[in-house]
């Protein structure tokens, strides 16, 4: 099956800023994959942050808008999510995923996702 590993989570400071990576392994056209970022707090459900889908569309939770920005490299086989302007509440682990299925309705929901990667820590103090 598909594997994903992120990379680039860590601290920051109230108002800083941080970029995930997310690298996908060969042996799937990525390109035809729908991609997006999730984000769990423990003892919480896992919320969808946003999503990009195989032609392009995007999709933001509305608590990330005008702050993150999500894009992708097919040929690299990446997805990426730049954080602006965080805030403590963005403290979460935060995951990407894949699906093959690419239904707008369903960009930023968790269950509809195939393929997890195991996440990155991201921390933001006051």
């Known amino acids: 099956q598909m594997q994903l590993v992120e990379s680039g989570g860590g601290s920051v400071q109230s108002g800083g800023s941080l970029s995930l990576s997310c690298a996908a392994s060969?042996?799937?056209?990525?390109?035809?994959?729908?991609t997006g970022w999730f984000r769990q707090v423990s003892g919480k459900e896992r919320e969808g942050v946003a999503s990009i889908d195989s032609q392009g569309g995007i999709h933001y939770a509305d608590s990330v808008k005008g702050r993150f920005t999500v894009s992708r490299d097919n040929d690299a086989r990446m997805l990426s999510l730049h954080m602006n302007s965080l805030k403590p509440d963005d403290t979460a682990m935060y995951y990407c995923a894949t699906k093959f299925d690419c239904r707008p309705l369903s960009a930023l929901q968790a269950q509809a996702y195939s393929y997890w990667g195991r996440g990155t820590q991201v921390t933001v103090s006051s």
């Open positions: 060969s042996g799937y056209v990525y390109k035809f994959f729908c």
